[in-house]
């Protein structure tokens, strides 16, 4: 069993930043495919990012077209942790933020949310207009 936690989630205005993290169970991090998703009040839970291992040391950062160019996504396998800055932020980034990790070996593609095995509870991000 893999537990993860979100951290970060906050009121910002537009335009501003927030960084989220999340710190995950297990001695094996670092072959974990790591993502976050997003659902908003009425809406499916959509894909936001996704930092995908690939083998040993590999990994690929994947985004969806909405947040590319203003979040980034990162990993410190050292402290169990990933992390997701957002900048530029507006009113249609307001969601509750979760964190996803697969454990079950290397992954081709990292969108869907049956591509992951664990789920964290959330974290709330509200932007102001």
């Known amino acids: 069993q893999v537990q993860l936690v979100e951290s970060g989630g906050g009121l910002v205005q537009a335009g501003g930043s927030l960084r989220l993290s999340c710190v995950a169970s297990?001695?094996?991090?670092?072959?974990?495919?790591m993502g976050w998703f997003r659902q908003a009040p009425g809406k499916e839970r959509e894909f936001v990012s996704a930092i995908r291992w690939s083998g040993g040391t590999i990994y690929y950062a994947d985004y969806v077209d909405s947040v590319k160019g203003r979040f980034t996504i990162s990993r410190d396998n050292a402290k169990n942790t990933v992390y997701l800055q957002m900048n530029s932020l507006n009113s249609e980034d307001t969601a509750v933020y979760l964190c996803?990790?697969?454990?079950?070996?290397?992954?081709?593609?990292?969108?869907?949310?049956?591509?992951?095995?664990?789920w964290g509870q959330g974290t709330q991000v509200t932007v102001s207009s």
């Open positions: 297990g001695r094996t991090f670092s072959s974990y495919t």
């Open positions: 996803a990790a697969r454990r079950r070996g290397i992954a081709t593609t990292a969108r869907g949310v049956s591509d992951y095995d664990y």
